[in-house]
């Protein structure tokens, strides 16, 4: 799909004008390019026959790549764009992953575990959406209204919204399963980075820092 296509469904959704910061998010170009290149430097290993979940997927990328290379993709995303991307953000995404035939359901990730069977995964990932799932436990402006993470802060008691949500993904993944999470980066980075660590053995998860702001966890 291509921008000029792009351009139609924003005006149908009467949200195009003034609305800048979405129409740059939209570039679809930049988008296959950009998913493309986090696939492959971090999915390059042989996913045929895996299933791959991908957490706030937007407009599809990263689910088109999974099945191309021979995986079952599912996508989980905000039924509401409150404290994330915005409602108009998500209306968009819905009309292109349909367009897709993407298989992405709007339950929210923190209902993964009664969305999906348990030990049914073999990989989650969750780029750029942590803060988004977890607005709860930030202080701040909801991230629809300003976009920019580094202006929210994770609350002190952030662990216990972090250790929730990996119980949930430590039910739905098989044993040996992986989470990427690669996190946007709010301004206390470090309490996050914290709390992570500190409740990935709690729930018998294997963690390693790849880059700032970017862990694979491994369960078992």
């Keep these: 799909m291509s921008q000029n296509v792009i ?5 149908r959704l009467g949200i195009l004008d003034g609305n800048e910061w979405l129409i740059k998010k939209l570039d679809l170009h930049r988008r296959r390019v950009d998913h493309f290149q986090y696939m492959s430097r971090h999915f390059s290993f042989d996913i045929r026959g895996a299933t791959f979940v991908d957490l706030g997927p937007g407009t599809g990328e990263s689910l088109e790549i999974a099945q191309s290379l021979g995986a079952t993709a599912i996508g989980i995303d905000a039924a509401s764009g ?6 108009p953000y998500l209306a968009v995404c819905r009309e292109i992953v349909k367009s897709r035939n993407l298989d992405v359901r709007r339950v929210g990730a ?6 999906l069977k348990q030990e049914s995964v073999d990989f989650i990932n969750s780029r750029g959406s942590i803060e988004q799932i977890l607005c709860k436990w930030m202080r701040g402006e909801p991230h629809h209204i300003h ?3 580094n202006l929210m802060h994770w609350k002190s008691n952030c662990h216990l919204g972090i250790g ?9 993944l098989k044993p040996g399963g992986s989470l990427l999470i690669h996190a946007n980066g709010a301004a206390n980075t470090e309490v996050y980075d914290l709390a992570l660590i500190g409740q990935a053995a709690r729930y018998k998860f294997r963690i390693k820092k790849h880059e700032d702001r970017l862990h694979r966890l491994t369960l078992g």
């Design 147 to 149: 976009q920019n993470c």
């Design 82 to 87: 409150e404290g994330g991307m915005g409602d």
């Design 7 to 11: 351009q139609p469904i924003l005006e």
């Design 110 to 115: 923190l209902a993964i575990d009664r969305e």
């Design 164 to 172: 929730s949500f990996l119980e949930k993904c430590a039910k739905v």
